[in-house]
């Protein structure tokens, strides 16, 4: 099999040769090159989308597949399933509905390598605990996170925490041991904390710049101390609402284009029409014409409601750049999180999406999507 499309860093014609579900040849191609060919968007961070909430409380096996399916369609050919703060039951009952989706559906097997938990130990405090349950928030417990991996199936890859918590280091160097990513977010940490977490085998920041202190010192503060740590990587939500221009330009410059990665966040209201809605995370939140998600007469925000192809897109407008310098950002860094996913590579999974993009769009127009060398999208 053989997928044509256009080099999204040269514009020159490209054909990818498929076999057996991996990427078996990458090389110039003749003919009118058509639409932009890339490795599959991965995403670290999707709660839900099109009112398919994965943090609503009872979570269906057919709603894990039915998300597979909305994010192929948005050219996610890899996301980590993410569940926020809640009781331990909450979460237990959502992680097998995950493991079982993939047990009973192939894409979702192929889609989903991992379950990213973020929380339920985060900074207690209101402004870095952003939308989460105050009820919830509990130190880290090794024996709930290996309560955790039994309902998964071992699927918890990625663990968000404030390691500002008692026992926070030893959770931290158990989990990175057991080769489970951790990432620093939703925290009201000291850089010292910060530092020693690192120490203990902390990878990641999460949305960083998002789920802070309202208002903290000049310096030293905690946003300093990630963006010059080098072992800690920083994931950004640039979908226009959660990050100015100018604070990303500033991230990316400190961090490096190696050390960050995109995710979009996107929670169930996601792409639904614009509107006001009872939800169980945050209460009455409206829904922006813009994608914007907000906890409704306030300024604050309860989570993302774009895609990870917006975010490639805004983040080049940012940037004044094609989307093609930005898509590492979105494919390759993150891909090193979930296994090596995210690579146009000879001998790497056949992920595959193409998309058309024009200056001042606002998203990539994805045209067709396939995962494992299969055509998922469109259905």
Not at 15 to 41: K, M, N, Q
Not at 43 to 67: I, M, S
Not at 70 to 98: D, K, N, S, Y
Not at 157 to 171: E, I, K, N, Q
């Amino acid at each position: 099999m053989e997928v044509r499309g256009r080099d999204p860093l040269t514009g020159e014609a490209l054909s990818v040769t498929v076999e057996e579900g991996r990427i078996a040849a990458v090389e110039p191609a003749g003919g009118v090159p058509g639409h932009y060919l890339s490795a599959g968007l991965v995403d670290l961070q999707v709660n839900g989308y099109l009112g398919r909430d994965l943090n609503g409380g009872a979570v269906t096996p057919e709603d894990v597949q039915a998300l597979c399916r909305h994010m192929a369609a948005r050219g996610v050919t890899t996301f980590l399933p993410t569940l926020i703060t809640a009781a331990e039951e909450t979460l237990v009952q959502a992680m097998r509905a995950i493991a079982t989706a993939r047990a009973e559906d192939p894409l979702a097997a192929r889609m989903i390598p991992g379950i990213h938990v973020e929380g339920p130990a985060i900074s207690p405090e209101d402004g870095p605990r952003g939308a989460h349950p105050a009820a919830h928030v509990r130190p880290p417990d090794l024996r709930e996170f290996e309560r955790w991996q039994e309902a998964s199936g071992g699927l918890v890859s990625l663990v968000t925490l404030c390691p500002a918590h008692d026992g926070a280091l030893g959770f931290i160097s158990a989990l990175a041991r057991a080769g489970v990513h951790v990432s620093v977010g939703h925290s009201s940490a000291a850089p010292a904390q910060i530092m020693a977490a690192v120490r203990a085998g902390a990878r990641l920041s999460t949305h960083l710049g998002n789920g802070a202190p309202a208002t903290m010192p000049r310096h030293p503060n905690p946003i300093w101390t990630q963006l010059d740590l080098d072992d800690l990587t920083a994931m950004l939500i640039v979908d226009g609402h959660h990050l100015p221009p100018e604070v990303v330009r500033v991230m990316l410059r400190a961090k490096g284009r190696e050390r960050s990665i995109l995710v979009s966040d996107v929670v169930a209201l996601g792409g639904m029409p614009p509107g006001v809605y009872e939800s169980p995370i945050g209460g009455a939140v409206e829904v922006s014409a813009s994608g914007r998600v907000g906890m409704a007469g306030t300024g604050f925000l309860a989570g993302a409601g774009l895609t990870l192809e917006a975010c490639v897109a805004i983040c080049a407008g940012m940037l004044a750049t094609t989307p093609g310098h930005v898509l590492p950002l979105a494919t390759r860094n993150p891909g090193r999180f979930v296994g090596g996913r995210g690579r146009l590579d000879v001998g790497a999974p056949a992920d595959l999406f193409l998309y058309d993009w024009q200056p001042g769009d606002t998203a990539l127009s994805v045209m067709e999507v396939y995962v494992g060398g299969e055509q998922v999208a469109p259905c």
